[in-house]
């Protein structure tokens, strides 16, 4: 099929270019002109593992290309908008300037029969309104969210756990497209869920909001462990094993960020409000404050370790990114502790595997260095933000050689305490004893 993709971000490009590995005919479109030179030259803008692999075999091909010239969406039969949906800047709510701007621009180069996909994350009742001027040219609309996940994104773009299809009631064509485009998930027997358009733009948000306060119970649960002596790991594993509940997603630490969990849930509770149930989602504000408290909790550890004040003591942050696996410190809980600790006068060397540029950005007033050694030399106190595998793998008696003093903060809880509290280092983890 001959599609098109607009937006080339984290989302965009994945999709543009796994659609290219499906066998598709891919046009990518962005307005950033850096963005679409690096993809253009087979170069992925950001790290994730496995895209410069589909990059590269769907420019060979000649299946993929790049252009920020729109009119060359045209003559494709399928136009993904993948654009993002940030949070506006002093409020809750999701900002829908690219999405906006990137239908406008898309409009006019649509033809008769041509199918629009949404696959931006957006307040419900949007796909409704832009459904309207889409079929005024004789095109339809349909909704279909994604929800893969950084460091994944190939795989769960490839193979995705499920397909929801957001459509016009009765628009069998539509349908017929997207099984088109997703034919080979589809005989893999990938459930596929055909919906309204309300329902599947909150399937997205309501995901998210879920994964979101499953993270912020657990976290709650570290706080009342902190005031007990309890161990949260334990309780972890002990409740995870109740099927109904599951392990996964239950890591206390610091808690969850990114460009979509954060966003997604304020998103949500402003649109809540606008539509008059915003008491249905008031819970969330809760799973937000607990979420931010984490960060705060790490500082407070640190200035106790550290004898009441952090001001001219040498701290080492091994992480940045948001999670592992990614260069992304949208929202990230690492970068944001780094930065506070700095802010109170600590002298802060960070690394980090891959999100070293992209955090620099942001902070330039940290030391960026680029090892836990190197950021580690000499350090009053060492803390794990980011659990990359090889901070997990470090070796507590060589890497304590280099520092100043044996203190560590396992902002993740990977670490194995008894074996570095053996090797003479002061462990503290987050709702650990
Ligand atoms: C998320 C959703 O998982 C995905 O389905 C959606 O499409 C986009 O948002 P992503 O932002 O890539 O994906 O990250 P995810 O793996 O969900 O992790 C989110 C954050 O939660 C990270 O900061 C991670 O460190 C944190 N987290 C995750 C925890 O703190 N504890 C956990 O148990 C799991």
Same mark, same amino acid.
């Given at each position: 099929m001959r599609i098109s993709v607009i937006g080339c971000g984290y989302l965009g490009a994945v999709h543009a270019a796994c659609m290219a590995e499906l066998g598709h005919d891919v046009i990518g479109i962005d307005i950033d002109e850096h963005k679409i030179a690096q993809l253009a030259a087979g170069r992925a803008p950001f790290f994730e593992p496995g895209l410069p692999e589909v990059l590269e075999r769907g420019m060979a091909s000649g299946r993929l290309r790049f252009t920020t010239d729109i009119s060359e969406a045209s003559g494709s039969a399928v136009h993904f908008v993948a654009v993002g949906t940030p949070q506006i800047p002093g409020s809750d709510a999701a900002d829908l300037r690219y999405v906006d701007a990137s239908f406008s621009a898309l409009l006019e180069h649509l033809s008769d029969g041509d199918l629009v996909v949404g696959k931006s994350t957006v307040p419900v009742g949007t796909a409704a309104r832009l459904a309207e001027l889409v079929e005024n040219t004789g095109a339809s609309?349909?909704?279909?969210?994604?929800?893969?996940?950084?460091?994944?994104?190939?795989?769960d773009t490839l193979t995705p756990d499920r397909l929801v299809y957001g459509v016009r009631a009765g628009d069998d064509a539509a349908v017929a497209a997207l099984d088109e485009v997703y034919a080979a998930a589809i005989a893999a027997g990938t459930p596929r869920l055909v919906t309204d358009y309300a329902t599947a733009e909150l399937v997205k948000v309501a995901a998210n909001a879920f994964l979101a306060t499953k993270i912020s119970f657990i976290n709650a649960m570290a706080e009342v462990a902190e005031a007990t002596g309890a161990d949260v790991t334990q309780l972890a594993d002990a409740i995870g094993h109740d099927a109904r509940i599951g392990r996964r997603f239950l890591n206390a630490g610091v808690g969850f960020g990114g460009g979509c969990l954060p966003k997604d849930i304020r998103g949500f509770m402003a649109r809540a409000d606008e539509l008059g149930v915003g008491e249905s989602l008031s819970f969330l504000r809760d799973v937000d404050a607990i979420?931010?408290? %984490?960060?705060?909790?790490?500082?407070?550890?640190?200035?106790?370790?550290?004898?009441?004040?952090?001001?001219?003591? %040498?701290?080492?942050?091994?992480?940045?990114?948001?999670?592992?696996?990614?260069?992304?410190? %949208?929202?990230?809980?690492?970068?944001?502790?780094?930065? %506070?600790?700095?802010?109170?006068?600590?002298?802060?060397?960070v690394t980090d595997p891959e999100a070293i540029e992209t955090s620099r950005r942001v902070h330039p007033e940290l030391n960026y260095v680029g090892s836990a050694e190197e950021a580690a030399a000499d350090a009053d106190a060492v803390l794990l933000l980011t659990e990359w595998r090889q901070f997990r793998e470090l070796d507590p008696e060589a890497f304590g050689a280099g520092v100043g003093s044996r203190v560590i903060i396992d902002g993740r809880n990977v670490l194995d305490a008894t074996r570095w509290r053996a090797a003479g280092w002061t462990y503290r983890g987050l709702g650990r004893p």
């Amino acid at each position: 099929m001959r599609i098109s993709v607009i937006g080339c971000g984290y989302l965009g490009a994945v999709h543009a270019a796994c659609m290219a590995e499906l066998g598709h005919d891919v046009i990518g479109i962005d307005i950033d002109e850096h963005k679409i030179a690096q993809l253009a030259a087979g170069r992925a803008p950001f790290f994730e593992p496995g895209l410069p692999e589909v990059l590269e075999r769907g420019m060979a091909s000649g299946r993929l290309r790049f252009t920020t010239d729109i009119s060359e969406a045209s003559g494709s039969a399928v136009h993904f908008v993948a654009v993002g949906t940030p949070q506006i800047p002093g409020s809750d709510a999701a900002d829908l300037r690219y999405v906006d701007a990137s239908f406008s621009a898309l409009l006019e180069h649509l033809s008769d029969g041509d199918l629009v996909v949404g696959k931006s994350t957006v307040p419900v009742g949007t796909a409704a309104r832009l459904a309207e001027l889409v079929e005024n040219t004789g095109a339809s609309l349909a909704w279909n969210p994604e929800f893969l996940r950084e460091g994944f994104a190939v795989g769960d773009t490839l193979t995705p756990d499920r397909l929801v299809y957001g459509v016009r009631a009765g628009d069998d064509a539509a349908v017929a497209a997207l099984d088109e485009v997703y034919a080979a998930a589809i005989a893999a027997g990938t459930p596929r869920l055909v919906t309204d358009y309300a329902t599947a733009e909150l399937v997205k948000v309501a995901a998210n909001a879920f994964l979101a306060t499953k993270i912020s119970f657990i976290n709650a649960m570290a706080e009342v462990a902190e005031a007990t002596g309890a161990d949260v790991t334990q309780l972890a594993d002990a409740i995870g094993h109740d099927a109904r509940i599951g392990r996964r997603f239950l890591n206390a630490g610091v808690g969850f960020g990114g460009g979509c969990l954060p966003k997604d849930i304020r998103g949500f509770m402003a649109r809540a409000d606008e539509l008059g149930v915003g008491e249905s989602l008031s819970f969330l504000r809760d799973v937000d404050a607990i979420n931010l408290r %984490r960060r705060e909790r790490v500082v407070q550890l640190a200035i106790e370790e550290l004898g009441g004040d952090v001001e001219g003591k %040498r701290i080492a942050v091994l992480g940045l990114a948001f999670k592992p696996d990614s260069d992304d410190v %949208r929202d990230s809980p690492a970068l944001d502790i780094a930065a %506070r600790l700095r802010g109170l006068g600590a002298l802060v060397s960070v690394t980090d595997p891959e999100a070293i540029e992209t955090s620099r950005r942001v902070h330039p007033e940290l030391n960026y260095v680029g090892s836990a050694e190197e950021a580690a030399a000499d350090a009053d106190a060492v803390l794990l933000l980011t659990e990359w595998r090889q901070f997990r793998e470090l070796d507590p008696e060589a890497f304590g050689a280099g520092v100043g003093s044996r203190v560590i903060i396992d902002g993740r809880n990977v670490l194995d305490a008894t074996r570095w509290r053996a090797a003479g280092w002061t462990y503290r983890g987050l709702g650990r004893p």
